[in-house]
Nanobody
Framework: QVQLVESGGGLVQPGGSLRLSCAAS????????MGWYRQAPGKERELVAA???????NYADSVKGRFTISRDNAKNTVYLQMNSLKPEDTALYYC???????WGWGQGTQVTVSS
């Protein structure tokens, strides 16, 4: 059974940084393009960053130049380094597949950017 466990969120001031981690299990991790999604209150979930099994990345325009996605296939883990955080980055962040389908969603990790 696929399990996704996100961690690393928290409260940070504008301009600050956080590094999110997602530990995946129950699948052959390096077969899948993985992504970080976020959902702010009252808004739909959106894909903000994705990475293929061999490391090619894509970003939403809203985070380009500030966020960096990476993965460690040996540890079945995907990361999101978030720099220059803005209040509009406040959301619940999730990881999941970023290709033709998604697995069940984990609990997510809350990121709050506020002074």
């Amino acid at each position: 059974q696929v399990q996704l466990v996100e961690s690393g969120g928290g409260l940070v001031q504008p301009g600050g940084s956080l590094r999110l981690s997602c530990a995946a299990s129950g699948m052959i991790f390096n077969l899948y393009r993985m992504g970080w999604y976020r959902q702010a209150p009252g808004k739909e979930r959106e894909l903000v960053a994705a990475i293929t099994s061999y490391g090619s990345t894509n970003y939403a325009d809203s985070v380009k130049g500030r966020f960096t996605i990476s993965r460690d296939n040996a540890k079945n883990t995907v990361y999101l380094q978030m720099n220059s955080l803005k209040p509009e980055d406040t959301a619940l962040y999730y990881c999941n597949r970023a290709d033709s389908s998604t697995w069940g969603w984990g609990q997510g990790t809350q990121v709050t950017v506020s002074s």
